[in-house]
């Protein structure tokens, strides 16, 4: 075996313009294109030496081709998620046809929730990686066995072995780990991703892992990222930035897709100010919970748009989600953001527990009130691995256990006996059509392409998408929603379900 093994890192096709688990929070096909950086695969790319990332969707690489390249390497390390699984084994089955030889480890939180499930279900399988994967998949890489590599779960004599975890990594281990946008630079394009309410072309990254909520239907924290809010120093993190910048002088901003990125004030403040000389734009993940002082700083610092999860404008379904946040901190939240001129895009779920017609009502007017820049409204999803999951399980509320359908497409998925899926769905619509059929958004969104042909094209096609998607949710709904050939979230990103 030679000093380090070739090793491929693929985000995998496993629908056609999939957005798989290691880009995006909620792993779907959406139905306005569009992808988020497979940020965790980066990291282990960066510390295996001739690697190489491979982001078959916003890239365009089908299974065949897939399959080809597969055959220069000797170790794949592939990101699964529960909705791409099944597709993801055939796929595997075939690049193993090719090249028989091949180490294999499935990463990402499928396998963390379900390592015994994952191994049992197809021998193409040498390992998985619980948790946090950089470390494990670059040991293995670099020669060392996988019996003494913590967070793996393997196979002996027909008996999954599962390795002891490794601490999660803080402050000094994540400064070490190499910049995504290295392999950015050397593996993607970054014109091939494109996120509607973003500036594009974007690059994002983290400045931190984890999240100290505990909204029961967050996937990542409650699966891969955890918890512990850990963060990367603040001069590590302007380091990065300074790079992206002169990597890619197209750039139009800088997405920190963290958890949650606004946890801490001070943090938050020092890292504005250090922004601040460089004069560059950047948006970010946040919750509401950020007052004026900071506000202002981060708007001083570049900051441009915020993505805030408010989920609902019923103060009991927040305390059911235990989202730790209030309709009353949101008003004030956006009041702030308003005077310091951060534009918000905001995230809406309908069917969580507790929710009836009239907290649909009540959340709407609540969106309305808020009037944020953009909006997206999605079905809950209870997602393997979640509270919200074994809650709604337990109450005998999952009425489909498919989460997508065969083009990876999310499916409804909650059910409950005073509300029906069909309501649910009839809700995404009146939510988005009451919400951006006023004169006063139309304007706003409009008004903002007027001047720029890319984003006027951009806008067209989004457009013609929405108006699309919302004549099939209304056929659905009037035939009584049982096969809906698509599905619910608008705006086409991932952060709704797991977003702050
Ligand atoms: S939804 Fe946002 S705030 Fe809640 S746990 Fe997830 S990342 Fe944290």
Known sequence: MPDVMKTLLLNPPSFENFDGGA???????????????????????GLIPGSRLLDASPHKINWQRTVEISKDYEFLVLFTSTVGFASDLKLLRKIKEENPSMKVAFVGPHGH????????????????????????????????????????????????????????????????????????????EIERYNVPFLLNPFVSF???????????FCMWPQTLSGHAWRTRSVD???????????????????????????????????LSQKFKPLKFQWSCTARCHSKYEELKAMADGGARLFIVGFESGDAQILKNIKKGATTEMAREFMKNCRKVGIKVHGDFIIGLPGETKDTINKTIDFAKELDCETIQVSLAHAMPGTELHDQMSKEGFLRVEALADQGGHQLPHIE???????????????????????????????????????????????????????SERLKWVQQGGDAPKTMVAVGGTSSANGND
């Open 236 to 270: 590590n993190v302007v380091e990065e930035v300074k790079n992206a910048l002169s990597y890619f002088p197209q750039m139009k901003e800088i997405f920190f897709d963290d958890d949650t990125f606004n946890i801490r004030k001070d943090r938050v403040i020092e």
């Open 206 to 216: 983290y400045s931190s892992r984890g999240c100290p909520a505990l909204c029961t």
């Open 23 to 45: 880009s995006s929070r909620w792993p779907a096909t959406r139905e306005i294109e569009s992808y988020w950086y497979p940020v965790w695969l980066s990291y282990p790319a």
């Open 416 to 470: 409950f006996p005073h509300l029906s899926k069909a309501d649910m769905m009839a809700g995404v619509t009146r939510f988005y059509d009451e919400y951006y059929f006023r004169p006063k958004v139309v304007w706003r969104i409009v008004k903002e392409a007027l001047w720029d042909g890319h984003e006027r094209k951009r806008l067209y096609h989004e457009a013609t998408d929405f108006l699309r998607l919302r």
């Open 113 to 188: 929730i379900k390592p015994d499930e994952t191994l049992n279900s197809s021998e193409d399988i040498d390992f998985i990686v619980r948790g946090e994967f950089d470390h494990a998949v670059a040991e293995y890489a670099h020669g060392k066995p996988v019996e003494q590599i913590l967070n793996a779960s393997y196979k002996k004599d027909g008996k999954v072995v599962h390795n002891a975890m490794r601490p999660q990594m803080h402050t000094e281990e994540l400064d070490a780990l190499p910049f995504a946008t290295d392999v950015y630079k050397r593996d993607l």
